[in-house]
């Protein structure tokens, strides 16, 4: 089963995790947790400035360490006091609910490395890149440097982390083509080298060791003519520029496409575009987002996507399954 953090997946994709936990141990890693790591803390912090649909209540803790000693700490305080865990990227796959989320969410943006020393060849080069770097960077990188195969992944938000527990991809390219190892860390501070056949990755999906956090990624990429990478770059985000409403807040696709079909069709032809619930809209330029138009919340998201996935089951007898990653006090156990 899928994790991300420890916190378990239910089949229609809701975390969950289940651990004994009281307001004790909060007050105590609250006032201990300052001792514990290099980098920024913050408490009761909002996941809605977090999270590319502007929604989401406050977690108790948020953390963004700024190496792998101080994430173990984290870690393993966590573990000891039966904290839930919850790592997020750029949170622009998550729909957080406006309760809030109970424990400590931990941020690698710090993590935030592009080793181009790795093994390189005539024809290939072997990058090390770090769960923080944004997939934009990775990709101008590839650019500025001539290295051909994350091209059809372009105008992909979020970071390197997030996209490989995603596995995101985009025109038949996934995030799993590219990779050769992933460098997790498990609840003991303990970090294991995975290859990409130990991963199990499929659409959307990656099947890493429960309860453990992705640091890093080793990819390789093909050397090409940085102007031949730039003009693929840009033809592909001129197809998604067409397609999809990529300045709105959104969490990109709500629901994953079955196999052979295309989600956002069935939900276009079921009649749902421009559909809403409260601020919460159905695009009319792709069926498949759902915008935030200003102030909408949690329960208008959940709405309409019950309302979509009901009249996509009663039109087509197609039962969509969730692609957003939802998360929030009654989902972690
Ligand atoms: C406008 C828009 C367009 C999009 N287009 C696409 C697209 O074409 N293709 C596509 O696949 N997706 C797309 N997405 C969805 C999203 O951008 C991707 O899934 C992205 O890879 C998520 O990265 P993130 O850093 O934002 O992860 P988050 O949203 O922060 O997290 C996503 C999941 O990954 C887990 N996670 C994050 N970092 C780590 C880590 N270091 N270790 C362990 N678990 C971790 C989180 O716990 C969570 O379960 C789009 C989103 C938007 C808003």
């Known amino acids: 089963m899928q994790t991300n953090s420890g916190l378990k997946k239910t089949p229609d994709n809701r975390p969950?995790?289940?651990?004994?936990?009281?307001?004790?141990?909060?007050?105590?890693?609250?006032?201990?947790?300052?001792?514990?790591?290099?980098?920024?803390?913050?408490?009761d912090e909002p996941m809605s400035g977090h999270?590319?649909?502007?929604?989401?209540?406050?977690?108790?803790?948020?953390?963004?360490?700024?190496?792998p000693a101080s994430l173990k700490n984290v870690l393993v305080a966590a573990q000891t006091g039966g904290l839930p865990l919850f790592f997020f990227g750029a949170g622009t796959?998550?729909?957080?609910?406006?309760r809030g989320i109970e424990g400590i969410a931990v941020s690698l943006k710090k993590f935030n490395s592009i080793d181009m020393t790795r093994g390189t060849d005539e024809f290939n080069a072997v990058v090390h890149v770090g769960s923080g770097v944004p997939m934009a960077q990775l990709m101008s990188t590839a650019r500025i440097n001539g290295l051909s195969g994350l091209?059809?992944?372009a105008g992909i938000p979020g970071y390197v982390g997030g996209a490989v527990f995603m596995n995101a991809g985009s025109f038949g390219r996934e995030m799993k083509d590219v990779i050769l190892s992933v460098a997790i860390m498990d609840r003991e501070g303990q970090i294991t080298m995975l290859k990409k056949d130990d991963i199990g990755f499929s659409y959307r999906y990656s099947q890493l060791p429960d309860n453990s956090?992705?640091?890093?990624?080793?990819?390789?990429?093909?050397?090409?003519?940085p102007e031949k990478v730039e003009k693929r770059i840009k033809d592909y985000m001129a197809r998604k520029k067409k397609t999809q409403p990529l300045g709105e807040f959104s969490a990109g696709c709500v629901f994953k496409n079955p196999e052979g079909d295309?989600?956002?069709?069935?939900?276009?032809?079921?009649?749902?575009?421009?559909?809403?619930?409260?601020?919460i809209e159905v695009s009319t330029k792709h069926a498949n987002y759902f915008i935030n138009r200003g102030s909408g919340t949690f329960t208008d998201f959940m709405k309409l996507m019950e309302t979509v996935r009901a009249k996509v089951l009663l039109n087509q007898?197609?039962?969509l399954e969730s692609e957003i990653i939802i998360i929030g006090k009654d989902r972690q156990g």
């Open 93 to 98: 796959n998550l729909l957080v609910d406006d």
């Open 317 to 319: 007898g197609v039962d």
């Open 213 to 225: 956090v992705i640091l890093s990624a080793t990819i390789k990429l093909v050397k090409d003519e």
């Open 16 to 43: 969950m995790q289940a651990c004994s936990r009281g307001p004790k141990e909060m007050v105590n890693i609250k006032s201990e947790i300052k001792d514990l790591i290099e980098g920024e803390i913050r408490f």
């Open 151 to 153: 091209e059809p992944l």
């Open 51 to 67: 999270t590319s649909l502007k929604i989401g209540g406050p977690v108790d803790i948020m953390v963004f360490p700024e190496d």
């Open 262 to 279: 295309s989600a956002g069709l069935l939900i276009d032809q079921a009649g749902c575009k421009g559909m809403r619930v409260g601020e």
